[in-house]
């Protein structure tokens, strides 16, 4: 079972169970099922689910806080928010599965350096985001816990002490890169016609990740045929016009080749009859 599908059965399911739960103290556990999971990694559609208000304002109000933190947050932002308090403690799976969403977090950012198609994340940084002491726990984890589970794909160049991603998984959207990403395809909408092809190469990729948002892929979609209609118009009246011009050319040369015997004959002494002069077609 690929990825993908093992997630949207996963948050199908989770989804219908905290739609089915009343009480506060059985969602708080189910949060706790869903953040310790080994293989779900998305967070915003169980987050949706209008009866997690129940939590606000109970005891265990915190467990939506959690859940908020594993949609879009980071280890490094659980350290600051259990320093002040307003976080429980995590158990290990939770820990673990935390660091491996902070991972995704880190190889989608713009701080990395950016080479080719691949993002280089240097190993001082991720042990310092992920509170990993030594390089062997660095990569024991990267190994282990990141391409074994199948979020991320890449190398380590302990040369470089860096670790080359060249696929990672990606998380639930923030509401500012739902932003970034509108604003992007709609930049896209201004391309010249010969970047159509590039953007519906891309269209599938960039579908995955706003499955929110159908009407602006609709709105996309229907640009992009029309501009691969303004090309072919664009192609068929520019044929025409090469047509007539070639038309010309040749018209052109005839009448300059007819001119160029006229003078010849007339240089060579040759009078034409008068009355054959008045018959001649007219050209």
């Known amino acids: 079972m690929d990825m993908e599908r093992k997630q949207s059965e996963l948050i199908d399911h989770f989804v219908k169970e905290a739609t089915a739960l009343d009480a506060a103290a059985p969602l708080a556990d189910l949060i706790l099922e869903a953040t310790a999971h080994p293989s779900l990694f998305a967070f915003s559609e169980i987050l949706s689910v209008p009866n997690l208000a129940k939590l606000k304002g109970t005891q265990y109000a915190s467990s939506l806080y959690v859940l908020r933190l594993f949609a879009c947050g980071t280890w490094s932002d659980y350290k600051c928010k259990r320093n002040a308090g307003s976080l429980p403690v995590l158990v290990p799976d939770q820990v673990r599965k935390l660091k491996q969403l902070t991972v995704l977090t880190l190889a989608e950012t713009e701080k990395v350096l950016v080479t080719y198609k691949l993002v280089v994340l240097p190993y001082d940084q991720l042990m310092e985001e992920l509170d990993v002491s030594n390089v062997r726990e660095l990569e024991d984890f990267l190994i282990n816990e990141c391409m074994y589970a199948g979020i991320v794909r890449g190398k380590l160049d302990q040369l470089r002490r860096c670790f080359e991603v060249q696929f990672a998984a990606g998380r639930d959207l923030r509401p500012e890169q739902l932003d970034n990403m509108i604003q992007t395809l709609s930049d896209c909408l201004r391309l010249p016609n010969f970047f159509v092809h590039s ?10 990740r706003l499955g929110t948002s159908d009407g602006l892929l609709h709105l996309i979609q229907e640009k992009i045929k029309w501009a691969d209609i303004m090309s072919e118009t664009n192609k068929k009246h520019k044929k025409e016009i090469e047509d007539k011009v070639e038309e010309v050319k040749k018209s052109l040369k005839a009448d ?17 009859d008068y009355e054959e002069d008045r018959v001649r077609p007219k050209r």
Do not use: K
């Open 256 to 272: 300059l080749d007819l001119r160029g015997h006229e003078e010849s004959f007339s240089e060579s002494g040759g009078m034409m």
């Open 199 to 208: 953007i519906r190469l891309h269209l599938g990729d960039i579908s995955c």
